[in-house]
């Protein structure tokens, strides 16, 4: 029996990439035997005090945030040391027994729960890179950190080529602690709408008008001022058209940079996950043009989906997304204006929406979604690769 404790930080990831990744690794880890999940939330702020329950075969975990807790870049370390032996003060007891424990980190920041736990208990650590960690953050504080936590972890899991190759180049990390394993998704937790027209209806959206679909924070990674302003081209040529925008951030930068075009957007903020769903089938197509991006859950479920996409060449998409496929992949350019060195050329991201809404049909979704994909991105293939590396180290 693997005791398996997830630990997951209120963080806006964790509504987005990372809490979709534990979603659905933790459906695929209980298909497995001999498992017993645990999900550590840690400031919630919705909960604020310590509670355990069971639902679905997982034990959560609540731990609440200390008054006047600050994000560990820039509160004291003695404060996270001091918060972080408290939370193992507080489920010791459940843990202490346990023979073969795992202990599974989403964040760097997350290194004094880390260390707290190895302190302590009889357990190993495995660490999910699901970022890209290239700019400075304020203070040198962070790196040092990230350094400790490299050294640390016993294992370290990329999402992606992409993202193994930054790590073992750039972050100087030993080889052999570091594996790929392909994020996954879960067929049954995506219960796919039918009735493309009835959704449409729902949401206020003609039949005939073309619907193009973001997905994301509003953050400089994940680029949408670039997709706002080749919208603004594809207006010109494809007036019944419309921009969904899904997700949350700054409401008033991405307001000013879509002036004039409004009436042609829908913001609906950050939305359950039944409601993503229906707007994938209500769409035509769908939209990342992330400057960079470690893997892309998204990705994969739109073209489950079967809604082809718009993406730039960057990252974990080019190792999803096949050319003229299942997607058309933008070329980026060099620039010095920004940090990551390079933007997406604007007037080929619109002439690719142009041309994929010319010619987009609705087909089954295995014409999108292969079944080499299917088997190379399940949540099974990710929970037992996870499952073979404990088993490495316990």
């Known amino acids: 029996m693997i005791t398996w404790i997830i630990i997951n930080s209120s963080d806006r990831g964790g509504n987005y990439g990372v809490g979709t990744f534990i979603k659905h690794l933790s459906n695929g880890l209980l298909k497995l035997p001999e498992i017993e999940l645990f999900l550590m939330e840690v400031g919630d702020p919705a909960n604020e005090e310590f509670k355990i329950d069971i639902r679905n075969e997982i034990t959560y975990i609540n731990i609440p945030y200390y008054k006047g807790h600050k994000r560990s870049i820039i509160d004291s370390t003695r404060n996270q040391e001091k918060y972080a032996s408290r939370i193992v ?3 010791y007891k459940i843990f202490n027994s346990k023979e073969r424990l795992i202990v599974h980190l989403q964040y760097i920041y997350q290194f004094f729960i880390a260390k707290a736990f190895k302190d302590r208990l009889s357990c190993k650590l495995i660490y999910t890179s699901h970022l890209y960690l290239k700019n400075p953050i304020d203070t040198d504080l962070y790196f040092d950190l990230e350094n400790k936590a490299y050294d640390l972890f016993d294992k370290v899991a990329a999402v992606s080529d992409s993202v193994m190759v930054q790590l073992i180049n750039t972050k100087k990390i030993e080889l052999e602690k570091v594996v790929k394993i392909n994020n996954g998704i879960s067929n049954d937790l995506l219960t796919i709408p039918k009735d493309r027209k009835c959704i449409r209806n729902k949401y206020g959206l003609r039949n005939e008008e073309k619907i193009i679909l973001f997905i994301g924070r509003f953050d400089e990674i994940k680029g949408l001022e670039f997709l706002i302003q080749a919208f603004r081209k594809v207006i010109v040529n494809e007036p019944d058209v419309r921009l969904i925008i899904v997700g949350d951030g ?4 991405i307001l000013k ?15 359950e996950y039944i409601k993503v769903l229906e707007l994938y089938k209500a769409a035509n197509i769908g939209v990342i043009p992330s400057i960079e991006e470690p893997f892309g859950y998204v990705a994969l479920e739109m073209i489950l989906n079967n809604l082809p996409i718009v993406a730039n060449r960057v990252g974990g998409l080019e190792e999803i997304l096949r050319h003229y496929k299942n997607s058309i992949l933008v070329n980026m350019i060099k620039v010095q ?27 089954d979704s295995d014409s999108y979604f292969s079944s080499d994909l299917r088997k190379a991105f399940s949540s099974e293939s990710m929970a037992s690769e996870y499952i073979q590396l404990a088993n490495s180290i316990i």
Do not use: C, R, W
């Open 337 to 363: 204006s920004n940090y990551y060195g390079h933007i997406p050329d604007i007037n080929m991201m619109a002439d690719s929406i142009l041309e994929l809404l010319g010619k987009v049909e609705q087909k």
């Open 257 to 271: 940079k879509s002036d004039e075009i409004q009436g042609k957007i829908i913001f609906t903020g950050h939305i």
């Open 250 to 253: 700054d409401f008033n930068t």
């Open 89 to 91: 003060d507080l489920v």
